[in-house]
């Protein structure tokens, strides 16, 4: 029997979906416009060995009809099954994308909040201050989490008031700091929110801890907790825990699907972390298992932040460590390197883009192919249904078995 191990690079788009223009996206490229950066400035050109073994900038390439990324010119054919995926999800947001990738589809956007100031409605934020206990909260507008930090995090500290704010994704986020405020009292107030706002259809309600003194040292921790909704229908990982097998969810993995499907999640903060976590549960996975981990810094603390460099820096590290990772897959295991969406640090604001995102294939038994345009991100969820013997998904045609219907 075989495993999955299914890596999640969070936002790292390869260039704007075919629908980009109706979502303000048009002529994004997270991968693209990185290794653009990167080889026009002095620390000189992008370097994935591993990456490119695996078939990423070629799968970029394929999304631009050949056109290579700059310092990706004339790359050897790929290892492994190479492609590049589109989205028919109305959304550009982590829970859709993770969905879409799993076999479930939302037909339907979700919620948002569209004001940039005095966004939330006043009677949903009354009834928080109520139900939670408040002296109030402070923020109620569009904002990035470390900019918002810097202009009130002081006023939370004097006034004990939680910071609310959002952005053009369908967020609710709410940031306090884990001493002075409380941990459990901020997960508490995110639980009372996400019941507030299911009229409303926010996708996340997202808990932001931060610590520090002043504007010029507080930083967010790594207890950020998601609080989804869960997913409409059944998933690939909940059709892998009803036949008895395990499914090893690492990083916000749980938490995008609201628990579902899930038989032990990891955590782990920063990538390291979550490299870690990942081979050990490859050492403990028995077969039938997936095991899934997103690595969520790539989107929020280098994609969101608009840091280009960081972004390449952060993608040349995991690089560095993917080889050991690939060492440790046994005869059957199929390894899935996917995105959700994009997030391009070059684009103007600081919101995911709407883009086409990589699908990478390989394993000991995996044939070297290159598998084109995918149609939706469910073939990624079909694909990994097939290779473990599951029934097929409702949605998705794979790409290892090219004779799987997708749903209409």
Request: hydrophobic letters at 40%.
């Amino acid at each position: 029997m075989s495993r999955v191990i299914w890596l999640v690079l969070d936002s790292l788009g390869v260039g704007a979906a075919p629908d980009a223009a109706t979502w303000g996206d048009e002529g994004a490229d997270t991968f693209g416009h990185i290794a653009a950066a990167c080889a026009g400035s002095p620390r000189g050109p992008l370097r994935l060995p591993n990456l490119s073994r695996l078939g990423l900038p070629q799968a970029h390439a394929a999304a631009h009809d050949g056109q290579a990324a700059a310092g990706f010119v004339d790359m050897p054919p790929p290892e492994g099954m190479w492609g590049y995926a589109c989205e028919r999800a109305c959304g550009k947001d982590t829970p859709s994308g993770h969905w879409e990738s799993a076999g479930v589809i939302i037909a339907e956007p979700f919620g948002q909040f569209e004001k940039a100031e005095d966004s939330f409605p006043p009677e949903l934020l009354q009834a928080l201050i109520e139900q939670a206990n408040l002296p109030g909260v402070i923020g109620n507008c569009h904002a990035s989490g470390t900019e918002i930090l810097k202009r009130l995090g002081e006023q939370h500290l004097e006034s004990g008031c939680p910071i609310v704010y959002t952005s053009a994704d369908s967020v609710f986020q709410i940031a306090a700091h884990e001493h002075r405020f409380g941990l459990e009292r901020l997960y508490a107030v995110c639980e009372i929110a996400r019941r507030l706002l299911a009229p409303f259809n926010i996708a996340r309600v997202i808990a932001r801890p931060f610590v520090g003194r002043a504007a010029n040292d507080f930083a967010r921790t790594g207890n950020r907790h998601d609080y989804s909704l869960p997913p409409p229908e059944p998933t690939l990982l909940d059709k892998v825990v009803e036949t008895g097998n395990e499914v090893i969810a690492i990083g916000k993995i749980s938490d995008i699907f609201a628990g579902r499907g899930i038989s032990r999640s990891v955590h782990a903060s920063g990538h390291e972390a979550l490299f870690d976590a990942t081979l050990l549960a490859m050492d403990e996975a028995r077969n039938g298992s997936v095991i899934a981990t997103n690595f969520v810094d790539f989107d929020s603390v280098y994609g969101h932040r608009r840091d280009v460099f960081g972004y390449a820096s952060a993608l040349e590290a995991f690089d560095v460590r993917l080889w050991r990772l690939r060492r440790r897959l046994r005869r059957h295991d199929l390894l899935v390197l996917s995105a959700d969406h994009g997030c391009d640090p070059t684009f103007p604001g600081s919101d995911h883009t709407r883009e086409c995102i990589p699908v990478l294939a390989s394993g000991p038994g995996i044939a070297a192919a290159a598998i084109g345009r995918r149609e939706s991100f469910a073939d990624i969820g079909q694909s990994m249904a097939g290779h473990l013997g599951l029934p097929a998904l409702a949605a998705g045609r794979s790409f290892l078995h090219p004779t799987s219907e997708i749903s209409a």
